[in-house]
């Protein structure tokens, strides 16, 4: 589980605003991606900004960075010439899902987290659900089951996220297989949600399939469809 040491950082760092070197927007770095440089000139996501020397900030969205790829904008950033390497916002969505992944292990680890439909179930009974995840390859019948339970007892659908398959998540959980899970804790499932707004900014969040109602609570998500031991990072960030 992160220290409060960890957790204080965290919260400073989304607090902060970045300009991003694409748009030129200036926003929080919680919708940004830090960039450092590598001593190769290869530009490297950095996206828990905690990589020393200078760093640079992009949108979280693949429109953003294929801009800044392709107009010069981290070599502006940078201040020097640059490598950008081929597959770069493929592999930002790759770091930012892992990322993901791993703070559900951590929630496991706090004990903040049900799993399963038995246990998913018993959580929205006690009261509303902070965050409902659901993978993206289980069946129709047990998610809307969950979905209609929740709004039956509270009125609402829950927040929602339906981005990463059944065998991903229980790799993150220590299960073979999850198919439905539940953030008990909502400390944890305002830090994961702000990880999944970066993510939806490269892939879609809730599949386009799944009903309105799974979309019915605004995520402030947007992105992912327009688009279709290290020191912390230093005051010499763009």
């Not at 038995?118 to 998610?143: C, N, S, W, Y």
Request: aromatic share 6%; glycine share 12%.
């Amino acid at each position: 589980m992160n220290s409060p040491t960890s957790s204080a950082h965290e919260g400073e760092r989304r607090g902060r605003e970045r300009r991003c070197v694409a748009t030129g927007e200036t926003l929080p770095e919680a919708a940004l991606i830090r960039f450092a440089l590598a001593p190769d000139g290869v530009v490297t996501p950095d996206v828990a900004a905690k990589l020393p020397g200078r760093g640079v900030w992009v949108r979280a969205d693949r429109a953003s960075l294929e801009t800044a790829s392709r107009r010069g904008g981290f070599a502006r950033g940078f201040k020097e010439p640059v490598k950008v390497p081929d597959g770069l916002a493929g592999l930002v969505e790759t770091l930012l899902a892992r990322r993901c992944l791993d703070q559900l292990g951590l929630a496991r680890r706090a004990g903040a987290i049900a799993m399963g439909a038995t246990q998913v179930d018993a959580a929205i009974r006690a009261k509303p659900a902070f965050l409902l995840i659901e993978a993206a390859d289980g069946a129709e019948e047990g998610r809307e089951k969950l979905m209609s339970l929740h709004i039956g007892l509270w009125g609402r659908p829950p927040a929602a996220v339906g981005c990463f398959n059944s065998t991903d998540l229980g790799v993150a959980l220590g299960r073979e297989r999850v198919i439905h899970a539940c953030l008990l804790q909502e400390r944890l499932a305002v830090g994961w949600a702000a990880e999944i707004r970066r993510l939806a900014g490269f892939r879609t969040i809730v599949p386009d399939s799944w009903p309105d109602s799974w979309r019915s609570v605004s995520w402030k998500l947007g992105g992912a469809d327009a688009g279709n031991s290290q020191a912390a990072a230093g005051d010499d960030d763009v």
